[in-house]
């Protein structure tokens, strides 16, 4: 065995050690008895007569319906002087959908555009060999006019808006 700096030099001492404290503590009484012997062996002094002791019967576990028993049921509404009639809660109405810019309408209709000319081309009477880099430019077009058109802050007048930060 190598030697440690940061342990007991001799791990066995250490751990009879901890076993006879244990031991002196009654920790694992019932644990030292074989649990059964050959039939022709008989043992006669205290070891006899410490397997011979009735060993104590564990307690039944309570059953499930026994574990939260209570004088009454428990009503959630009881310890409450609430009408339910008179606290519902009601929330605000929602803000309108804002009216679509302009610039969003545009977009809106490219991409339609694009997803026509993709789909049929012949529709529009246009042959497919030009109909692919017509609709891929219509598609890019209405992504770039909606990816500009994203606001980056907060919309102008709103609290905060105006606010530059912690100052120094």
Known sequence: M???????????????????????????ENLTAEPSEPAGSETSGPEAAEEQRPRPEPEPRPRASEWR??????????DLDIDAD????????PPPVPRPHAATIVALVLI????????????????????????????VGAAGLLLF???????????????????V
């Open 2 to 28: 190598t030697r440690r700096s940061d342990g007991p030099e001799d791990v066995d001492a250490a751990f009879a050690e901890i076993v006879a404290d244990l031991e002196r503590e009654g920790v694992g």
């Open 69 to 78: 028993t209570a004088e009454r049921d428990w009503d959630p509404d009881a």
């Open 86 to 93: 008179d606290e519902h809660y009601e929330p605000p109405e």
């Open 112 to 139: 339609a555009i694009a997803i026509l000319l993709f789909a049929a081309p012949n529709l529009l009477g246009i042959s497919s060999s030009a109909a692919i880099p017509l609709g891929a430019v219509a598609a």
């Open 149 to 167: 058109r994203l606001r980056s802050g907060p919309p102008p007048g709103s609290p905060g808006s105006d606010d530059d930060g912690a100052q």
